[in-house]
């Protein structure tokens, strides 16, 4: 088996809600960019995307960055539906799915840094434009917003974004990645690629 094998077979059995097909893409997607830089991912959750994007960073000789403070999303605290208990740290009586990230990347830990804490804290120190940029951090609207405002004019020119959980019907989820998508290729400096699922891939031409 290669690394590349070995690591996508550990991100399909990883924990986590990304569905097969839409890793695998993700991973098609930024095996496909041509211009140098990192991958960069919002929202690392338990470390499932970040495994798919470090398969294609051990081919390319690239490195992942993925932040999240670790604290999980709206739909993810007590009482909402993506909630598990399980997760809860005793100490801080706070979600923390980091030990839980940790355990997912290691395959790859010489591929992954992770960075904890919140992306529009990161944002305005980051400079370094990224060759892949993956947006999957919270998704209500004002969040999506922000991520997008923070870090879509990072993106290298030549580069990807990819947004998750696009749902052109609000009867499938949540609007806001949707409203990404829609103004990100507004703006006319985009074109868009094949996506799979609620995985929207569009390349950065200027
Ligand atoms: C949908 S999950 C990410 C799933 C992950 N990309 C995967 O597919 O395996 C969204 C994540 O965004 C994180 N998040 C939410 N708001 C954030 C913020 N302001 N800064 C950093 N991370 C945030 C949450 O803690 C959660 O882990």
């Known amino acids: 088996m290669t690394r590349t094998e070995e690591l996508l077979a550990a991100a399909a059995a990883a924990p986590g809600f990304m569905p097969a097909d839409e890793g695998r893409a993700l991973y098609e997607a930024a095996r496909a960019v041509a211009v140098d830089g990192p991958l960069l991912e919002i929202g690392s959750w338990m470390g499932k995307s970040a495994l798919y ?14 932040v999240d403070h670790h604290r999980g999303s709206e739909e993810h605290q007590p009482g909402w539906e993506y909630h598990q208990p399980e997760l809860v740290d005793p100490a801080t009586g706070l979600l923390d799915t980091l030990p839980s990230f940790r355990r997912t990347v290691h395959p790859a830990e010489d591929l992954v840094v992770a960075v904890v804490g919140r992306s529009e804290v990161l944002a305005p120190l980051w400079s370094s434009p990224p060759a892949l940029l993956f947006l999957d951090g919270s998704h209500t609207e004002e969040s999506a917003r922000r991520d997008q405002d923070a870090w879509v004019g990072k993106l290298a020119v030549g580069g990807t974004l990819a947004v998750h959980d696009v749902f052109p019907d609000p009867a499938d989820g949540g609007q806001a990645p949707f409203g990404v998508y829609t103004r990100v290729l507004a703006s006319g400096d985009f074109t868009e690629l094949p996506g799979t699922g609620s995985l929207r891939v569009l390349r950065r031409d200027r």
């Open 53 to 66: 994007l470090a398969a294609a960073a051990a081919e390319a000789g690239r490195v992942v960055v993925t």
